[in-house]
């Protein structure tokens, strides 16, 4: 089946420095990703959707200035944390989806997921 | 807009036992719904789906789900419990727009031996 590797699984970094996470479609070309944020026995929240090409979308209160997503490629994007704080311990996780045809039904696939803590 | 609900955000059975997840949603479309299933410290795997066609839907590890439109539900079924099914579960519908998946808020699945 179809395979989201993101990378990496775990970081821990200081307040200031800011992360990348990379998420990548391994066998199928990723026209739309998302990406979402989990606070502990939470659902996921949407923060942003990226389309190949394009401006990611961001949901509603969330900060693209704070965090910048990239989709340069049918088959990655990225996930930059700029200067982290404490308050953006969490965990991420990205999904792919293909090019959607008639009916729109086309599966998200998730990674994996990224557990972020700041100190 | 469409929304998700699950209730009940722990549910315990004994292994063997019938497993019953229940997911209600709201939709201004016809809906397409998904159960997914989320391991600690991972990912959420797609245990299975429901866009058109047959209302009952089943999925993988023994899961299956029933499509009723008349109570907006999509509760998830397995007959028999097994110790590795214990996990969260997450119900979701993808509706106006069909862009991004709303999810529930979860339902931790305890199996007790």
Same mark, same amino acid.
């Given at each position: ?54 401006? /990611?979308?961001? =949901?509603? $209160? ?13 088959? !990655? #994007?990225? &996930? ?15 999904? /792919?989806?293909? =090019?959607? $045809? ?13 557990? !972020? #803590?700041? &100190? | ?113």
């Amino acid at each position: 089946g179809a395979v989201v590797s993101q990378h990496p699984s775990r970081v821990i970094c200081k307040s200031g420095t800011s992360v990348k996470i990379e998420c990548r479609s391994l066998d199928f070309q990723a026209t739309t990703m998302f990406w979402y944020r989990q606070f502990p026995k939470q659902s996921l929240m949407l923060m942003a959707t990226s389309n190949e090409g394009s401006k /990611a979308t961001y =949901e509603q $209160g969330v900060e693209k200035d704070k965090f910048l997503i990239n989709h340069a490629s049918l088959t !990655l #994007s990225t &996930l930059t944390v700029t200067s982290a704080h404490p308050e953006d311990s969490s965990f991420y996780i990205c999904s /792919a989806r293909g =090019e959607e $045809g008639p009916g729109g039904n086309q599966p998200q696939h998730f990674g994996d997921g990224t557990r !972020l #803590s700041i &100190l | 807009a469409q929304s998700v609900t699950q209730l009940g955000s722990h549910v315990s059975v004994s292994e063997g036992a019938l497993v019953l997840l229940r997911c209600n949603y709201s939709s201004s479309v016809p809906p397409y719904l998904f159960w997914y299933v989320q391991y600690p410290n991972q990912g959420l795997q797609l245990l299975l789906k429901y866009t058109t066609g047959a209302t009952l839907v089943k999925g993988i590890n023994g899961f299956e789900a029933e499509f009723k439109k008349s109570e907006t539900s999509f509760h998830l079924t397995k007959p028999s419990a097994h110790m590795s099914d214990a996990a969260e579960y997450f119900c979701a519908v993808l509706g106006t727009g069909r862009r991004a998946l709303t999810f529930g808020s979860g339902t931790r699945l305890q199996v007790q031996p």
